[in-house]
């Protein structure tokens, strides 16, 4: 059975950075592709990064250049550094882990950005 555990987030200042990291456990995952994404009431989910078996990597329109996703692929582990965090990068971010089974969903962690 695979788990996604993501610890982390919290409250941060505008401008400041944070560091988000995901683990997968599970004899039976291959990576694939890890990535985050995130959840805003009202507003539906929206990509956030993720990173491919390759090592490729694509970003959301809002974090592009602000947010840098990297994986230690040998323990099925990525972190995501965001920095100059802005009010609106609020939400509750998901780790996504897909192998050639599906997807598998973290719990979320909250990260909330304000004065």
């Known amino acids: 059975q695979v788990q996604v555990v993501e610890p982390g987030g919290g409250l941060v200042q505008p401008g400041w950075s944070l560091r988000l990291s995901c683990a997968v456990s599970?004899?039976?995952?291959?990576?694939?592709?890890m990535g985050w994404y995130r959840q805003v009431p009202r507003k539906g989910r929206e990509l956030v990064a993720v990173i491919r078996f390759d090592g490729s990597t694509a970003y959301g329109v809002y974090v592009k250049g602000r947010f840098t996703i990297s994986a230690d692929f040998a323990i099925n582990k990525i972190y995501l550094q965001m920095n100059n965090l802005e009010p609106e990068d609020t939400a509750v971010y998901l780790c996504n882990a897909e192998d050639y089974d599906g997807q598998n969903w973290g719990q979320g962690t909250q990260v909330t950005v304000s004065t």
């Open positions: 599970g004899s039976t995952f291959t990576f694939r592709s």
